[in-house]
């Protein structure tokens, strides 16, 4: 709409004319519309923010444990479960509060003020006060106030990186287009929030606010739900696991306890309730938290900010990476590597904007430049961009292309100083997208003559030139010529190469500098190819990614020839991949698009709402997907991803605050490494899990078969509730500094259904609380002649030193002896805290009489530790019969092979 109809007839539309709007027609319309602006959704309360953070099932079920606590009439354990809960809802409340902000940074980013025509003068008007049907000027570093169809141009390029993903500024025209273009085609028209980076224009306002390509965009973002990360969906299905477990096991001893002993009523009901809070890993929270919290500050160290804690784990979920090409997996910096001067193809080394770089021909280095060296000054003085260094690095102010140009002169030696020094400008013939070039006429002043130099597409250039330069000598240009150069072109163009051709003309004799005059009659210098050249180490991070069974899609405005050579260069794009255009997107149903995900390696010229049906269909396959993204196009997908990371340094506002996570330096290798970092902690954190359930099962075990015995209860509550809340904890938490297991990145990704207990986890759980259980109770029924509170001290200790023991089994998926036993100096503290409270709660006489305890002998320590370390056996050599299925690989998500174009 807009782009294809001619501007009489949007002027008859819109009731306008290109004098503009009077300045009471433009205050009746804005009365009428509303303000040009983003309109703000209906805010979610502080109270109802912090009311949604009670309804996760485990903080519910840690605070009944702590009524009951209460109930009991242990405060200290009250109050120690309510303080994690209280921990954790802080930090959802904070979380959610920062996402609401996600609107409100769309319009910190909209143009502020604009020039416009009223009453037939230009007037400077703010943004917000822009209507349907104003003419609106518009100038190089102006920010788009409104989407705007063009009806005259200047050399008007505008920056739409941010809303189309396109890598290069967008060259504008003034003419009626061909209808079904998407965004990234309709090159007469400019959007909302674009950047005007070269040249002047003039145009009608066709659209505002809400109503923009914008505007649609935080309409998107407003409706778009964000689903739960798959930790806090893991962890609430363990905690009504848990629960059923616990109601069951509560019930069993007490249904026992009434039946088989001779246990006063009161007194049985609030041991099976102490019971029942030491069933409840009370301390997992806290543990996942600090686990949690620890891993994002060491994914900080490594350039990834989590924004969300559970984002730190579910990085290590991920099944599926979607990134943008440009400046994630390309460095963002146009180079040129190819060019073509006196009949010879020649290599330029160098990487990005730095100026330093050599020529080779046939693999051999050129030291002798002087042949290309008016090629390389043409490229120079016709440009508008600039070098420029700041902190140590290298940076283009202007254009890409036109910047590459400079940094391929000065790889040959050509600097700023010597161009002012020797060349001054005397006009400008800018480029416009009829011509497809751009000329300078310049003094010379060291052969004291007026030179015209040129740029622009090579078949235009060549269709103007009659001689070339070979080897400083020019020469009639041939037929022959003129094919061998077409031919060199294509090839350029083949490899995905950008292709400039360049020329110069001596232009003393002319009296004006018209481009009737100047630009025919030219000289051919030679052809520039220039790419945005993959980063280091992503060839690297992609064939890692493929090691772990993740799967990689391109998603980018860049046109498609361009996304696929880059993809086949790192590794990413083989011949049974897809590579898809937007367009050809569209034409998919969701069936379709639901058959060809899995084999679609490439998205190019996609649109906003493209990325976030990629994501949704990816989603509904059951994949964990991560998204990247540094524009405002991209923030629904971003928001709907499950774990969306923003550009920290090319990332617009909206897309910071919506992600999860935030990509410091921009590069797709560090994406890899925290994806490794994520899987570790939720290694950790399952075998934080697996060791306190595997003693909590112990405790209740050694109580169950108690009371099926008719023995006494082995234990008093509050010895129970101790171990719950201070040996179990201490050591756990300890876990969380464990080192990665050396196969993190070899496994293929975990099922993002399976329940974080699974099948084998259970079995190991199960069987090693039966073995705690039925060696606590040999050892209290060998006691239990001697004296009822002799035996239940030896019973506790006995499952806190198993407890010991099975912590260090569990530091590991394999076997223990590939972990030295004391390297990870905080386990080695949180065991050595847990024995030494055990052994002040057994020694010290007034802790005796709260927890019932007796001293104990140098021979009862024998006793207890040879019993308890068999546990640590046990648990060993349970790990060669019982794969701990938590460490291995699944089989939902292997890995696509990557690589040629296969078009729908």
């Known amino acids: 709409m807009y782009f294809d109809e001619p501007i009489t007839g949007i002027y008859t539309a819109l009731h306008t004319s290109q004098e503009g709007l009077s300045a009471s027609e433009a205050d009746a319309r804005l009365r009428a519309n509303g303000f040009n602006e983003i309109q703000k959704r209906k805010n979610t309360t502080v109270l109802v923010i912090l009311l949604n953070q009670f309804q996760n099932f485990l903080t519910v079920l840690l605070i009944i444990a702590g009524v009951i606590s209460l109930f009991l009439g242990d405060l200290y354990d009250f109050i120690g479960i309510i303080a994690i809960v209280i921990l ?56 788009v106030p409104a989407d705007i169809r063009l009806f005259e141009e200047s050399s008007l390029k505008i920056d739409e990186s941010s809303l189309t993903g396109e890598s290069t500024p967008s060259k504008k025209v003034s003419a009626q287009l061909t209808p079904g273009l998407s965004v990234a085609d309709q090159e007469n028209m400019c959007f909302s929030s674009t950047i005007v980076t070269y040249g002047k224009g003039k145009g009608v306002v066709v659209n505002t606010g809400m109503h923009t390509e914008f505007g649609r965009i935080a309409k998107t973002l407003q409706e778009t739900e964000t689903g739960k990360t798959p930790l806090q969906v893991k962890f609430e299905i363990m905690a009504r696991q848990l629960t059923f477990a616990v109601i069951g096991l509560v019930l069993v001893v007490f249904i026992f306890g ?33 686990s949690l919290a620890m891993g994002s500050r060491r994914l900080a160290a490594k350039n990834m900010i989590i924004k969300q804690l559970p984002a730190a784990e579910s990085l290590g979920s991920v099944t599926v990476i979607c990134t943008d090409k440009t400046g994630t997996l390309t460095r963002n910096q146009m180079t040129i590597t190819k060019l073509y001067a006196n009949n010879m193809e020649m290599d330029v080394s160098g990487k990005g904007y730095i100026p330093e770089g050599k020529f080779y021909y046939e693999n051999k280095e050129v030291s002798e430049i002087k042949h290309i060296e008016l090629l390389l000054r043409t490229g120079h003085l016709c440009n508008n961009a600039k070098l420029a260094q700041s902190e140590g690095k290298w940076a283009i102010v202007g254009d890409s292309t036109e910047g590459s140009l400079i940094v391929l002169a000065k790889k040959g030696n ?76 294509d090839a350029f163009a083949k490899r995905s190469l950008r292709v400039l051709g360049l020329a110069f003309k001596d232009v003393s004799r002319l009296k004006t500098y018209e481009i009737s005059t100047v630009e025919k009659d030219l000289v051919f210098l030679g052809l520039v190819g220039m790419i945005d050249p993959p980063r280091e180490g992503v060839t690297d991070a992609i064939a890692k990614c493929n090691a772990a069974g993740i799967d990689v899609v391109m998603i980018t405005g860049d046109h498609p020839a361009t996304a696929a050579a880059i993809a086949a260069e790192i590794g990413l794009l083989h011949p049974e991949d897809i590579v898809l255009t937007g367009t050809e997107l569209d034409a998919l149903s969701d069936a379709e698009l639901d058959a060809k995900i899995k084999r679609i390696r490439i998205i190019a010229r996609t649109l906003p709402i493209q990325k976030l049906r990629i994501v949704t269909a990816l989603q509904k396959q059951g994949e964990i997907v991560a998204m990247t993204g540094d524009g405002v196009n991209d923030a629904p997908a971003l928001k709907k991803a499950d774990v969306g990371i923003a550009m920290g340094i090319t990332g617009t506002d909206v897309s910071k605050e919506v992600a999860k996570a935030i990509l410091v330096d921009d590069n797709f290798t560090t994406i890899v490494n925290a994806i490794e970092e994520g899987r570790t902690i939720y290694d950790k954190i399952i075998k934080s899990t697996k060791y306190l359930l595997a003693c909590n099962v112990g405790e209740v075990v050694s109580v169950l078969l108690a009371i099926i015995m008719r023995l006494p209860l082995p234990m008093v509550p509050l010895q129970i509730l101790l171990m719950n809340l201070l040996t179990d904890g201490l050591p756990a938490l300890g876990l969380g500094s464990e080192k990665a297991e050396d196969d993190v990145m070899q496994r293929k990704p975990r099922s993002p259904r399976a329940n974080p207990l699974t099948k084998n986890m259970l079995i190991l759980i199960a069987l090693f609380g039966l073995f705690m259980g039925i060696g606590t109770l040999f050892v209290f029924n060998l006691y239990r002649g001697i004296a009822l509170t002799y035996a239940q001290t030896m019973a506790f200790t006995t499952l806190v030193m198993f407890e010991m023991f099975a912590v260090m089994s569990v530091r590991s998926f394999n076997s223990f002896i590939k972990v030295g036993p004391f390297s990870n100096k905080w386990l080695t503290i949180g065991i050595a805290s847990s024995v030494l409270i055990q052994i002040i709660v057994i020694y010290v006489p007034p802790l005796q009489k709260i927890f019932g305890t007796v001293p104990l002998t140098g021979m009862d320590w024998v006793v207890l530790l040879a019993v308890s370390s068999l546990g640590f056996v046990f648990m ?19 890995p696509q092979p990557a690589a040629q174009k296969n078009n729908i």
């Open 88 to 143: 954790s809802v802080i930090l959802g409340f904070v979380q959610e509060y920062r996402a609401e902000k996600s609107v409100e940074a769309l319009e910190k980013i909209s143009a502020p003020y604009a020039k416009v025509m009223r009453d037939g003068k230009e007037i400077r008007v703010p943004a917000r006060e822009i209507v349907s049907g104003d003419i609106v000027i518009l100038e190089e570093g102006d920010i």
């Open 258 to 290: 009434v039946l088989s002993l001779d246990v006063p009523l009161m007194k049985l009901f609030l041991f099976s309730l102490s019971l029942a809070v030491a069933a409840v890993p009370s301390s997992l929270t806290a543990i996942v938290t600090i």
């Open 414 to 489: 050509i600097h700023e100083e010597d161009i002012q020094k020797g060349y001054r400008q005397i006009k400008e013939l800018p480029f416009d997208s009829d011509r497809k070039r751009m000329s300078v006429i310049v003094e010379n002043k060291k052969n004291k003559k007026k030179e015209a130099y040129l740029k622009g597409a090579p078949d235009i250039i060549l269709k103007s030139c009659t001689k070339i330069m070979v080897n400083g000598k020019i020469h009639l240009l041939t037929k022959k010529d003129r094919d061998r150069i077409m031919q060199k072109n």
């Open 876 to 894: 060993e050599v349970g790990k060669i019969f019982i794969k701990d299925d938590a460490g291995q690989i699944s089989s939902t998500a292997a």
